[in-house]
């Protein structure tokens, strides 16, 4: 099983474009829908408004039938006829309000359920072990995804149901009236040089010919809008990280006072996606001169071609109404893709995200995400934590340990001991299994028995008790347990609060938020505690509560702490220097070194 150190930026990135390998896309999209297990409802769904559509499509024909009793009583000016046929409209109407008001309603629905499903079948492959950060480090098609998640999904569910239910009713619409329009249409005669021609429905290919010029001339215009679409979402979601950066980081930003060097930043990035919304805005009013040009002839065109019939033959109004009518029908049907080139090509741009997402996620399905990375191998130990021949190297700093192989009995304690720049971090995320190189063997206990701290520990928004039992579900906690656990770190203050629902890190200190991950492993009470300088947060006050819990409640738990040495004596019995090599090769030992953030 490969490591995702061996996927490149470039073997996740798709290799088809906006415009190409559409059907490649349809094939995806349909395999994701039928991931998600609601597939049933959504087919209820779909079946019904395929009914109500049916339904509706009747009902226009007779409506469209209406016309000609209508306007020939108008002609005779038949009063009793002519409120009867309003009566006759009242009904008809009715019907149609009713079958209408249901489409609505089945129409939003379905919607709702194929964002559900898409978000489900989306979240279930990205959000596994590991595969959300080998994703990030992917590149470009790793960025952003809550675009993809939020904004792509929620616009790829509404375009496929508007776009899906549009053309099914018009092309039902179109297979209902080019029958009553080719029979009212029928026996046209034209006399050329003697000769007589008779031209079946004639009406009809004045509809075809119309419609079929006016989408040739669309799709001509406007097809350059796929790709201008997919570049300028993905434009929006660079513009709208920054902005989420900068509000996230506000009081870092503040402290710098670097107001204004983030206001350039996010000027550029707004910059950017302004050339792409002027290409946008640039083919798009090209394509309304055809659209809305062809909107326009569409008022005249139906009786124009209808005038041949009228002025020689003893055609009425009402069936000159029906006719037009008719045409108009056919014609709207026909003019479908006119209507909707620009919904059409955002929402192939929008599928094209989506599905390159996708399949970025799927071509991690058979990588061990939660490997390290490089040529470090893992291996799940029972009970103790090994570490053998552990090197990383980057173009700064070569880091290893003093001692070539360690060995921690379960409920050992040690500190791997090392100044600021002396590569902590990086040894940590090795021994997380988060280094994207290194060399040597590592041998950790299962993942559910060993607990992370980083330096600066991870708060999740959400209600307090979530955030203390977090990755696991408050509910499998009793609140008991969680109040014994705050008590435990110095934070009994903060019991009354566990139902209240906040941004935990914006609201709490910096010790109070590392307090807080400490009562999280009072908690769970993993057997083992791996630290990144974990305890340097803490103030004396917190850090006494800690250093009593993990001496007291937690002393059997094994610990792995790589730090500066600043904790007091006796927290960790043995220690093992840090040592750094200089890109030439030159060692030193940190041991003794000035203690460093």
């Known amino acids: 099983m490969s490591s995702p150190s061996s996927l490149k930026s470039q073997d996740l990135a798709p290799e088809d474009r906006p415009d190409a390998g559409f059907i490649g896309q349809l094939r995806d999209f349909a395999r994701l829908l039928r991931r998600d ?34 306007y020939d009583a108008l002609t005779r000016k038949d009063f009793a006829a002519f409120l009867t046929q309003l009566g006759v409209f009242g009904i008809l109407a009715g019907l149609l309000l009713v079958l209408n008001v249901s489409q609505t309603w089945i129409d939003r629905t379905l919607k709702l359920s ?3 499903g898409l978000v489900a079948s989306v979240l279930a492959s990205w959000l596994v072990p590991g595969k959300a950060l080998a994703l990030a480090r992917a590149g470009r098609i790793g960025e952003n995804p809550d675009q993809r998640l939020q904004a792509d999904i929620d616009l790829l569910a509404d375009l496929t149901v508007a776009l899906g239910v549009g ?5 039902l619409l179109l297979f209902s009236f080019i029958g009553v329009l080719w029979h009212h249409s029928e026996g046209l005669t034209i006399t050329l040089s003697g000769h007589t021609y008779v031209i079946p429905g004639f009406m009809v290919w004045c509809a075809l010919a119309y419609a079929g010029l006016a989408s040739w001339l669309s799709w001509r215009v406007g097809r350059r809008l796929v790709p201008m679409t997919a570049e300028s979402a993905a434009r929006e979601a660079d513009f709208r990280f920054e902005i989420v950066r900068v509000n996230e980081a506000a009081e870092k930003v503040t402290l710098a006072r670097g107001e204004a060097a983030e206001a350039r930043r996010i000027e550029a ?8 919304l002027k290409s946008v805005i640039r083919a798009t009013v090209g394509l309304t001169w055809v659209t809305a040009g062809s909107g ?39 003019r479908w893709f006119i209507n909707n080139f620009a919904s059409i090509a955002t929402w192939r741009a929008t599928l094209f995200r989506v599905i390159a997402f996708q399949r970025a996620l799927d071509r991690l399905e058979g990588v061990d995400c939660t490997a390290a990375q490089g040529n470090i191998t893992r291996a799940i130990s029972s009970g103790g934590i090994e570490i053998s021949g552990l090197r990383i190297a980057t173009p700064q700093i070569t880091v290893r340990l003093s001692e070539d192989h360690i060995r921690l009995a379960p409920g050992e304690r040690m500190l791997l001991r090392g100044s600021s720049g002396s590569g902590k ?29 980083p330096t600066r520990a991870y708060l999740p928004p959400g209600r307090l008790c979530d955030v203390l039992a977090y990755p696991d579900a408050a509910e499998s906690f009793p609140r008991e347990r969680m109040v014994s656990a705050l008590a435990a770190v110095g934070l009994a203050g903060l019991s009354s609060q566990l139902e209240e629902e906040h941004h935990w890190a914006r609201n709490l200190g910096e010790s109070d938020k590392q307090s807080l991950a400490f009562a999280r492993v009072a908690l769970h009470r993993p057997d083992w505690l791996v630290m990144d300088d974990a305890l340097i947060s803490l103030d004396p006050d917190a850090l006494a509560h800690v250093l009593t819990l993990l001496h007291g409640e937690l002393k059997d738990m094994g610990m792995l702490d790589i730090g500066n040495g600043a904790t007091p004596p006796g927290v960790f019995p043995r220690e093992v220097a840090i040592v750094t090599e200089a890109p030439q090769g030159t060692a030193s030992e940190v041991a003794g070194s000035e203690p460093g953030a």
């Open 114 to 116: 194929l964002r559900r």
């Open 269 to 276: 990035a707004f910059a950017r996606l302004v050339v792409m």
């Open 167 to 171: 053309l099914f009713q018009a092309s």
């Open 425 to 453: 971090t990086l040894l940590f995320r090795a021994i997380a299994g988060l280094a994207e190189e290194g060399e040597g063997c590592l041998a950790l206990p299962a993942p559910e028995r060993v607990q992370f701290i």
């Open 296 to 334: 326009w002839l569409t008022q005249i065109a139906p009786i124009v071609a209808a005038a041949p019939f009228y002025f020689s033959t003893d055609m009425t109004i009402g069936e000159l109404m029906l006719v037009v009518g008719a045409f108009n029908q056919v014609q709207g049907s026909l």
């Open 37 to 70: 297990h609601q597939g049933r409802a959504l087919m209820g769904l779909i079946g019904g408004i395929v009914v109500v559509i049916g339904l509706t499509a009747f009902m226009q024909i007779q409506l469209n039938a209406w016309n000609q009793p209508f």
